[in-house]
Antibody, heavy 118, light 106 residues
Framework: QVQLVQSGAEVKRPGASVKVSCKAS????????IGWVRQAPGQGLEWMGW???????????NYAQKFQGRVTMTTDTSTSTAYMELRSLGSDDTAVYYC????????WGQGTLVTVSS | DIQMTQSPSSLAASVRDRVTITCRAS??????LAWFQQKPGRAPKSLIY???TLQSGVPPRFSGSGSGTEFTLTISSLQPEDSATYYC?????????FGQGTKLEI
């Protein structure tokens, strides 16, 4: 079955970077883009960005302006894994980070808790 | 950015009730809208995409309608397991914004 499995929880110091992985299985990886969404404690869902495919092999990205210059979304097609790296972390980046497949966001990964604390 | 406004923010209903959640977009998004259900401590689950198409495996008591700027999610006969927070999201233009969520208690 189609599945996205994310990497485990992380604890980071302010100013550090975090890289979350999202391993896909059960479908052809380059047939669907991957979106990234985060959810701060007790808050709603916040869209971070999208990595899609042109011609089935050229990746392109679109990032929310809020994260421009601080986020990078990449993929490794050899392992069907998507990555989201967020730099210069602050305490307000403490959140659960999710990946989701395709334009209709189905399915979602299980989420990765990133805690930023000194 | 396109603003998505859900109403109500929260509601309480009973088993077998019919409930409707509304999502309004600040500009025309065609039918580029999805609905998600999220239970505490869990990842969101896709219910509906393209405004009215039910995801595989989603019970038929869930339905979506609308186009342009106004959309609705209807649950025709509430079940206890429908207690959750529901979000809409537009996929018409970047950034793909979410509504603020509707918490449904049963």
């Amino acid at each position: 079955q189609v599945q996205l499995v994310q990497s485990g929880a992380e604890v980071k110091r302010p100013g550090a970077s975090v890289k979350v992985s999202c391993k896909a299985s059960g479908y052809i990886f380059t047939n669907y883009g991957i979106g990234w969404v985060r959810q701060a404690p007790g808050q709603g869902l916040e869209w971070m960005g999208w990595m899609g495919w042109m011609n089935g092999y050229d990746a392109y990205t679109n990032y929310a302006q809020k994260f421009q210059g601080r986020v990078t979304m990449t993929t490794d097609t050899s392992t069907s894994t998507a990555y989201m790296e967020l730099r210069s972390l602050g305490s307000d980046d403490t959140a659960v980070y999710y990946c989701a497949r395709g334009a209709d966001s189905d399915p979602w990964g299980q989420g990765t808790l990133v805690t930023v604390s000194s | 950015d396109i603003q998505m406004t859900q109403s109500p923010s929260s509601l309480a209903a009973s088993v077998r009730d019919r409930v409707t959640i509304t999502c309004r977009a600040s500009q025309d998004i065609g039918n580029d809208l999805a609905w998600f259900q999220q239970k505490p401590g869990r990842a969101p689950k896709s219910l509906i995409y393209a405004a009215s198409t039910l995801q595989s495996g989603v019970p038929p008591r869930f339905s979506g309608s609308g186009s342009g700027t106004e959309f609705t999610l209807t649950i025709s006969s509430l079940q206890p397991e429908d207690s959750a927070t529901y979000y809409c999201q537009q996929f018409n233009s970047y950034p793909y914004t979410f509504g603020q969520g509707t918490k449904l208690e049963i």
